[in-house]
């Protein structure tokens, strides 16, 4: 009998979703509809709702790595890969549209761009995005983990990279994952020095983004100049 029960609930949570997309569902619904298809024969209502009790948002359900996801009851290594796959499909998918759009005239068309690459990243992440005479995307490159002024992060790298590529003007950028999209005094330093790298073999740093979930941060607009290497 609680097999045919949880059976129907399935079936109609499946049609309604065919039918009006996930509009209106729940948090705890949505959650039970995507354990579906990693815990076939078990209700899944009391599993979402310790996903969501231990972590406290579905946001942060789906940020979550695999070995905490494991703690919780019910869920096993099909369902932390299933939800640990959700953000860096939809990161995937972004990009992929992104690339579509080959010219990027402006910063605003920049940020755009490179937002795409840093959906659902926990860590701090550098990208260079490199452009042609034309503002055409070259590539867009990520550079490493850790902030622009972390030892992981070559000013070297970067430049040759902006070289390999022939690249007439680059923009950098970095995710916050604390949430707030304002450079550091780091940041700022770190930026002069490779504009002044860049400019030494006549590759102008057209802007840094500092990117913090659906924000973002231009240092030119925000007033910082990068093609005055003078003070350095």
Request: charge should be negative; proline fraction near 3%; aromatic fraction near 6%.
């Amino acid at each position: 009998m609680a097999q045919s029960i949880h059976k129907d609930h399935r079936k109609r949570l499946k049609e309604r979703f065919v039918q009006q997309g996930l509009d209106g569902f729940t948090d705890i619904q949505a959650l039970e509809l995507l354990l579906f298809y990693s815990i076939p024969r078990q209700d899944t209502n009391p599993v979402a709702h310790k996903l969501l009790d231990h972590f406290g948002s579905l946001s942060q359900v789906l940020e979550a790595p695999a070995e905490e996801l494991l703690r919780v009851g019910g869920i096993g290594e099909h369902s932390a890969v299933l939800l640990n796959l959700i953000n860096q499909m939809s990161r995937f998918y972004l990009m992929d549209r992104a690339k579509r759009e080959k010219v990027l005239p402006t910063i605003e068309d920049c940020a755009r761009y490179l937002q795409s690459y840093f959906y659902g990243r926990t860590r701090e992440t550098v990208f260079l995005l490199c452009l042609d005479a034309k503002c055409k995307a070259l590539c867009c490159k990520e550079m490493g983990e850790g902030s622009v002024n972390s030892a992981g992060i070559s000013v070297r790298k970067i430049v040759e990279t902006a070289l390999r590529e022939g690249a007439s003007s680059v923009v950098l950028a970095h995710n916050h994952p604390s949430g707030i999209a304002i450079p550091s005094p780091e940041d700022i330093h770190t930026t002069r020095r490779l504009a002044a790298a860049l400019a030494s073999v006549e590759i102008a740093l057209a802007d840094h983004i500092v990117v913090a979930d659906d924000d973002y941060v231009s240092m030119v607009q925000s007033g910082y100049r990068f093609d005055d290497v003078s003070f350095l």
